[in-house]
C-alpha cells in the first residue's frame, strides 16, 4: 500500500523560508521519479518540481525552491527559500506512474505565507 504524507507546512513571513518533507512507503522509493504539487486558495493544481535523474522546477519558483530527496530514508524535500504570499497553497508530494503522469498522491501540507 502506498502512503505518501507530507509534513513541515506552517505560518510564514514574506521573504522566509521553509522545508517540507514528504515520507514514502509501500514503493521501491528510489526507482520513481517524484513531485511536488500545490494548490492556492480558490486555484487549481500547479505543478511545481519533479526530481529524478533530473530536477525540473517550474518557473514561478525556479530559483527560490530546491527540490531533493534521500532514498535511504524513502523522502522528498522541498526547501522553499524568498518565499512570497503567492506561494501559500497546499503543497502535495506525487508518485510518478511509468509514464507522465502521477498515479499516488499525499493529502498535503498548508503553507501560509503573510505577514
Known amino acids: 500500500q502506498v502512503q505518501l504524507v507530507e509534513s513541515g507546512g506552517g505560518l510564514v513571513q514574506p521573504g522566509g523560508s521553509l522545508r517540507l518533507s514528504c515520507a514514502a512507503s509501500g514503493f521501491t522509493f528510489s526507482g520513481y521519479w517524484m513531485n511536488w504539487v500545490r494548490q492556492a486558495p480558490g486555484k487549481g493544481l500547479e505543478w511545481v518540481s519533479v526530481i529524478g535523474g533530473s530536477t525540473y522546477y517550474a518557473d514561478s519558483v525556479k530559483g527560490r525552491f530546491t527540490i531533493s530527496r534521500d532514498n535511504a530514508k524513502n523522502t522528498l524535500y522541498l526547501q522553499m527559500n524568498s518565499l512570497k504570499p503567492d506561494d501559500t497553497a497546499v503543497y502535495y508530494c506525487?508518485?510518478?506512474?511509468?509514464?507522465?503522469?502521477?498515479?499516488?498522491w499525499g493529502k498535503g501540507t498548508l503553507v501560509t505565507v503573510s505577514s
Open positions: 506525487a508518485k510518478a506512474d511509468a509514464y507522465s503522469g502521477m498515479d499516488y
